[in-house]
DNA sequence: ATGAAAGCGCTAACAT
DNA sequence: ATGTTAGCGCTTTCAT
């Protein structure tokens, strides 16, 4: 069923349906009535294809993420999804599992297929993503992470100052052994913010770091396991606490010292950083860096409909602040 | 930058750049390369929706799913997500927040797109839903529900025998008096075959079912603290455990009991459903039942993908199975 | 206010 | 093997 159909059906021209479609104020009273009786009888629905052609408009953003399955992003993507539906704008969304490739080549599938816009969660910048922004025009908001060019404007999490306060929070309970469990091996640029904020507080307090008290992985629970167990393990004094980069690796850090029969808090403090929801629920509730994942979400979508809407306008970054969050899983060293 | 100017530029027909793209070996061997070689220099990205229009094949799937923020969904989405890109295809996201309305409206902007076909977690299936499935034509797959109508093929979590067993265990356990914290409130679906299947075990082992025990709410954890807390403080005796219709909710319950001096599972044994990765980290342990959400959404992408390439063949729905998982949040009963 | 016709950027049948 | 041309289903001038 097509236009014209509905056209004949209802004894006017294709154009007088489009106009009854889109602008019925500039049609005849009768004739819109007439037009709307017959679309509603055929149930007919309009092919966007055709109307996006021309129009140039597919109301179509393109989303990359690392992944779905982790709290964070998932949150993100839900206020992404709450924000441009709003806005009568619908969302492609891609999974580039951690490789800067697979996100380029999302970009390309996004361009062919006319987005309005594209919001994307990288992994690490290549040259290649620098020319994509320079040359495809497209409206785009960066997610925790800065364009090099200045050009793509950005939502970024304020991790080097969340970790730092987190990691004084525990210097100021008097711990000097703090080990730091990152994620750097397969998401450079997020361990990177909270590997600093983590040097600079020991630094600010002359504690000198030591390389067996740090390690880098991945999300998972299995890699926060281990990573634990490396450090514990290693020669030297056991740390009295133990800074996570997430707080999925800080639950499994405490799971991991637990088996070994130390108890969480009293033998060993351990923090992590995200706040995710059943974080204040566990036992030991998890002292850990509070972010707002969904707000974050909401300010890239908004972020790119005003990109969308004044394209040349210059465009702040937006930081998204953080709350240390003192619970149950550390506690003053041991004398 | 259009097809016409790059046959322009490499001194051909548009119709032979189009060959050499889409059937290069229809093409001498000389003017592919002298094609491809204007391609790359212009950096030129086919308008995907000017070639859909024409073949009417947009390799778009439309999705919907209640929400993405909570764990299993996310992980169903993620399964869905890899076998759709794997095999060419993009997925147009969208949540429903509970409402079949939208849902609807989702569907009707889905067809409007042209999508090739539809994944959806329906909340609850109305009369409109039927008339959609009829009318549309398009390739359809539900997931944790089955049509009512018999056309289209299911993805279904086996959730009344995976109840039914863990209530089973519990009552093995020698616990008689076992609460019920359901979902029911939002999620009419998700919720039914866990009552039914509590309900079975029940009534299998001659044990009356009693309403003070049985909550139904959502999938929040504030939801959980507080059912918890009203079986807590019903009149009659204490509940010796409980069944949790997800894992959160049995978090939840296990902090309210904590918080009055309850430990569990010495004085009290929870059970969820779910499996979430994190059950197994925490402390005390989750027993639950596991079922393999990526997975599901693995089997929905393939039966989408097997009903596009075969519109008429008659497709068995597909049971995801479950496993009891017996950790550290129950025990006997105390004598 | 309405209709006729051109055109969006591509594919595909047909002709050469 | 290559080019010409007619659509795909809509919107949007431009006439009337």
């Known amino acids: 069923m097509k236009m014209e159909d509905i ?34 009888e055929t149930g007919y629905a309009p092919n966007l294809l055709a109307r996006e052609l021309v129009t140039k408009q597919t109301h179509l953003i393109g989303v990359v993420v690392p992944q779905i399955g982790i709290d964070t992003f998932a949150e ?4 992404i999804t709450h924000v441009l539906n709003q806005n009568g704008y619908n969302l ?14 999302y970009f390309d599938v996004f361009r062919k297929k006319q987005v309005d816009g594209i919001i994307s969660f990288p992994t690490l910048l290549l040259e290649r993503h620098q020319t994509f922004f320079a040359r495809s025009g497209l409206p785009l908001v960066l997610v925790s992470q800065l364009d090099p060019g200045g ?12 970790t730092r306060d987190m990691v004084e929070y525990l210097l100021a309970l008097g711990h000097r052994r703090i ?97 995710m929801d059943i974080a204040a629920t566990v036992h030991p509730s998890l002292t850990t860096v509070h972010y707002d994942y969904y707000n974050s979400g909401v300010q890239a979508a908004e972020l790119l409909l005003l990109r969308m809407r004044r394209p040349q306008e210059r465009l702040e970054n937006i930081m998204i602040g953080y709350q240390r969050k003192e619970r149950g899983s550390t506690c003053a060293v041991k004398k």
Chains 1, 2 share one sequence.
């Open 179 to 275: 080990a730091y469990l990152g994620v750097g091996q397969h998401n450079k640029v997020i361990d990177q913010a909270r590997r600093e904020g983590y040097l600079a507080a020991l630094s600010r307090h002359g504690v000198a770091p030591e390389e067996r008290l740090m390690t880098q992985g991945d999300f998972s629970l299995q890699y926060g396991y281990r990573a634990m167990q490396t450090v514990w393990q290693s020669e030297g004094e056991k740390p009295t606490a133990v800074f996570a980069a997430t707080d999925r690796l800080a639950l499994a850090a405490i799971q991991y010292l637990r088996e070994q029969g130390c108890s969480v808090p009293e033998d060993v403090s351990v923090a992590g950083l995200d706040d």
């Open 7 to 40: 056209a004949r059906l209802a004894g006017v021209s294709k154009a007088t349906v489009s106009r009854v479609i889109n602008s019925p104020e500039q049609v005849s009273p009768q004739l819109v009535s007439r037009v709307e009786q017959v679309l509603k």
């Open 151 to 162: 050009t793509v404007p950005s939502v970024l999490y304020d991790d080097f100052n969340g």
């Open 76 to 79: 993100m993507i839900e206020g």
């Open 92 to 105: 492609l969304l891609a999974t580039s599992r951690d490789q800067p490739e697979e996100e380029l080549r």
